[in-house]
């Protein structure tokens, strides 16, 4: 069964495509300590099974889903979320 996180912060370009927008996400483990992962390394951890995540959102827990825009290529939104992931865009840059 794949480890549940919240995603509490995320790391941005300055692009404008989807699925190009999120470079990485992060949060905090149960120990307190950092972590952090790319859009490519939450992706794959999703698809293995390995990482589920979330957003928290004004009280409501948010699923992190993959989507596919429309030429093809795979990137993180939420579930309530359009093509533009607005959900993790509003969240906090990630430090380091």
């Known amino acids: 069964m794949a ?4 995603v509490k912060c ?3 370009t300055d692009r404008y495509n989807a699925h190009e927008r999120i470079r990485a996400i992060g949060g905090i ?4 300590t950092n ?3 790319t859009q490519e390394q939450a992706i794959q951890g999703i698809e293995a099974g390995k990482w589920s995540f ?3 959102v004004r009280g409501h827990i948010v699923n992190v889903i993959i989507a596919v825009s429309r ?3 795979k990137y993180l939104k939420t579930e309530a979320d359009g093509e533009h992931p607005n959900n993790l865009l509003s969240l906090y840059e ?3």
């Not at 480890?3 to 919240?6: A, L």
């Not at 483990?29 to 307190?32: A, E, I, S, T, V």
């Open 3 to 6: 480890s549940r996180h919240e």
């Open 10 to 12: 995320i790391n941005k």
């Open 29 to 32: 483990n149960d120990d307190g």
């Open 35 to 37: 972590w952090k992962l």
């Open 54 to 56: 979330y957003v928290a």
């Open 71 to 73: 030429f093809g290529n």
């Open 94 to 96: 990630c430090v380091s």
